[in-house]
T-cell receptor
């Protein structure tokens, strides 16, 4: 079954509000990454959190990781209309090998209304 | 979209024809990847390559083939054996540090429609 499943599937908020997206996964991981995709475009890497980290910040982004619950959350503070996009989490499980693959979730569609 | 280019942006092909999608990067990354994205879905890994002249099957490799003759190039061929090839195809690359995957850099994608 797929790892990195996001919740909610869609989120609609007003400009200035905070947006929170959650990601759950099933197995142990090396790191968890969040990506953003504007409609019809490629993905852009936002932030990476390693399995031994609990929280990470980057500008208006805050990511938390709870390995005991196998979950992560992405918080976007003071959202802007330009934040409208799909957001994906991706988990890396190297599985004891020298190379790991990223497994992506289905994404959360965020719409920020001006 | 960083230093990764994909061409063409839109591609139309008749059923039964093979088609090759181009992916080039100038980031000097060792690892390259091909993903497929269907509407409303996440990305699924087709093939990946850690180094020149080496590549591995991903989760949905059937009906696809790749080559990695140069570090900067990783073309994907969608063959007639692929039962449902219409999709958005994304190429990515990643620096390979200590054997682990770090962040990936994506191209703009190619939207393939098979008529």
């Amino acid at each position: 079954s797929q790892q990195g499943e996001e919740d909610p599937q869609a989120l609609s908020i007003q400009e200035g509000e905070n947006a929170t997206m959650n990601c759950s996964y099933k197995t142990s991981i090396n790191n968890l990454q969040w990506y953003r995709q504007n409609s019809g475009r490629g993905l852009v890497h936002l932030i990476l959190i390693r399995s031994n980290e609990r929280e990470k910040h980057s500008g208006r982004l805050r990511v938390t990781l709870d390995t005991s619950k196998k979950s992560s959350s992405l918080l976007i503070t003071a959202s802007r209309a330009a934040d409208t996009a799909s957001y994906f989490c991706a988990v890396l499980n190297a599985g004891g090998t020298s190379y790991g693959k990223l497994t992506f979730g289905q994404g959360t569609i965020l719409t920020v209304h001006p | 979209d960083g230093g990764i280019t994909q061409s063409p942006k839109y591609l139309f092909r008749k059923e039964g024809q093979n088609v090759t999608l181009s992916c080039e990067q100038n980031l000097n990354h060792d690892a390259m990847y091909w993903y497929r994205q269907d509407p409303g879905q996440g990305l699924r890994l087709i093939y990946y390559s850690q180094i020149v002249n080496d590549f591995q099957k991903g989760d949905i490799a059937e009906g696809y083939s790749v080559s990695r003759e140069k570090k900067e190039s990783f073309p994907l061929t969608v063959t007639s054996a692929q039962k449902n090839p219409t999709a958005f195809y994304l190429c990515a690359s990643s620096p390979r540090r200590a054997g682990q995957v770090n962040e990936q850099f994506f191209g703009p994608g190619t939207r393939l429609t098979v008529l």
